[in-house]
């Protein structure tokens, strides 16, 4: 996560056709589109989940020296004297080292670092905010992390381009529905930059994984899981209630569908 030193911007109206909003944090941008009337509350919403983001990225950038985890890292402090919020990921990385039988770590290369859970969980995050609120409809975006509720329009469900990891500024394909998370992980922007835990190598059987789901931590989590576990990845997610998978293979000729 980058350090941005940005003051999040009001949240700005769009007549009739909801509520949007943009916000450059965790080096990257984090989209809203929420598709219902609206009103203050929501409003409010929108900036309490912007301003939550930017504290999520002063607990967990591992750019920024004085972060909570970049001082864990270094001995520097301890669990006990820092926010809740860290404990919590840090539980959570534990979860999912189990449920990833050990293809997930919040300690790649040995260094403590949870980001490969951390933007899922905000993304997420930020959702709920907005959906206590009273939105039904809504849209997060975080970096290609997607946590969807309710409907883009009556009737009509969300729609999501997946990007050709073999062909820049292609579509693979599309997925839609309801209530639904999609997350993606791969060497197409970043390169063979996954590892291993279970061997410290980069992880080269897949060029991509997205995971769909009900929560998006959790697809997060799979997808980085799936691209480690590379052609073994189809028959796992088949495991997994709710999930489902569309991977392409190293060599980029197919794609491997699972659920």
């Known amino acids: 996560m980058a350090e941005t030193g940005r003051t999040a911007p009001p949240a700005r109206f769009v007549p009739r056709s909801g509520l949007r909003h943009a916000e450059h944090v965790m080096g990257t941008v984090f989209s809203f589109d929420i598709r219902d009337p609206p009103t203050p509350a929501l409003a409010g919403a929108l900036r309490t989940a912007v301003s939550r983001l930017h504290r999520i990225d002063a607990l967990f950038s591992t750019y920024r020296p004085e972060s909570a985890i970049s001082r864990l890292a270094r001995d520097a402090t301890t669990l006990e004297r820092e926010p809740e919020e860290v404990a919590v990921v840090l539980r959570l990385c534990e979860e999912a080292q189990r449920r990833t039988r050990g293809c997930f770590t919040a300690c790649p290369g040995g260094r403590l670092d949870p980001s490969g859970l951390v933007k899922g969980w905000a993304v997420e995050g930020a959702a ?119 991977a392409v293979p190293a060599d980029g000729i197919g794609l491997v569908r699972r659920g």
């Open 128 to 246: 709920r905010v907005l959906c206590e609120a009273g939105a039904r409809n809504v849209y997060v975006n975080g970096g290609g992390d997607i946590q969807l509720t309710g409907e883009a329009a009556p009737g009509r469900p969300w729609r999501v381009g997946i990007a050709d990891p073999c062909r820049p500024g292609r579509l693979l394909t599309t997925v839609e529905g309801r209530d639904l998370a999609v997350a993606t992980s791969g060497t197409a922007e970043r390169g063979h930059h996954i590892i291993d835990p279970r061997t410290g190598a980069p992880a080269t059987g897949l060029l991509s994984a997205t995971v769909t789901g009900p929560r998006l931590i959790w697809a997060d989590v799979y997808a980085t899981a799936a691209v480690v576990l590379g052609t073994e990845a189809a028959e796992w997610i088949a495991g997994l209630d709710g999930y489902g998978l569309l």
